[in-house]
């Protein structure tokens, strides 16, 4: 089976601009997180999505937003980048969204702001 | 806030020396412990998780961890480390509770260079 597909890969974008990455989860997962992993540092979680409804909210500001469709995968929108928004992305996907599963993570899109 | 601690950044070890890593979590309730690994330029991958039960929990590669609730620790242990452990390491705790719906929360990580 596929595991949790991200795109792109990689990705260079100015200040100012916005940008969409996306999220293909495992089959059968309905619920992705977020996360952005800045280096030498662990991940910070961004969103939870579950059902195509936002489940939970890291510590991001408004310009950061993402969306689940109807077949479970997912954008996460930043808007307005910032150099610091510099990271590797990463997305998670789970069976549910409140249960006691565990969370299996794609490959991450690597944002370089400059 | 809730946090994680992970007490060492950087280790360096030699193959068939023991590995002991700390993680320690910053919250009184039920939670959820995981141990991740990311091998170079792949991406994270769970190596055990604790839930319930039994607080010693085996994983892959040899790998367990021990749960003990009243250091709020879970560290991690492999008797005997090879040059393939190479790799950075990530104590995270999932917490729940309102307002916590099963977010992730993770250490800063450990780098462990094996030398062969």
């Known amino acids: 089976d596929a595991g949790v597909t991200q795109s792109p890969t990689h990705l260079i974008k100015t200040r100012g601009q916005h940008v969409t990455l996306r999220c293909s989860p495992i089959?059968?997962?309905?619920?992705v997180s977020w996360y952005q992993q800045v280096l030498g540092q662990g991940p910070q979680f961004i969103f939870q999505?579950?059902?195509?409804?936002?489940?939970g909210r890291g510590n991001f500001p408004d310009r950061f937003s993402a969306r689940q469709f109807p077949n479970y995968s997912s954008e996460l929108n930043v808007n307005a980048l910032l150099l610091g928004d510099s990271a590797l992305y990463l997305c998670?996907?789970?069976?549910?969204?409140?249960?006691?599963?565990?969370?299996?993570f794609g490959p991450g899109t690597r944002l370089t702001v400059t | 806030a809730q946090s994680v601690s992970q007490h060492n950044h950087h280790v360096i070890l030699s193959e068939a020396a023991s590995l002991e890593l700390g993680c320690n979590y910053s919250?009184?309730?039920?939670?959820?412990l995981f141990w991740y690994v990311q091998y170079p330029g792949q991406h994270l991958q769970l190596l055990l998780k604790?839930?319930?039960?039994d607080p010693l929990v085996k994983g892959i590669k040899g790998f367990e961890a021990e749960f003990i609730k009243s250091k709020f620790s879970f560290n991690l242990r492999k008797p005997s480390v090879q040059w393939s452990d190479t790799a950075e390491y990530f104590c995270?705790?999932?917490?729940w509770g309102s307002g916590n719906t099963g977010k992730l929360i993770f250490g800063q990580g450990t780098t462990l260079q094996v030398k062969p």
């Open positions: 995270a705790v999932k917490i």
């Open positions: 919250y009184g309730g039920t939670v959820n």
């Open positions: 604790y839930f319930s039960g």
């Open positions: 089959s059968g997962h309905k619920s």
């Open positions: 999505y579950y059902e195509k409804e936002e489940r």
């Open positions: 998670a996907s789970s069976l549910t969204g409140t249960d006691s599963y565990e969370q299996y």
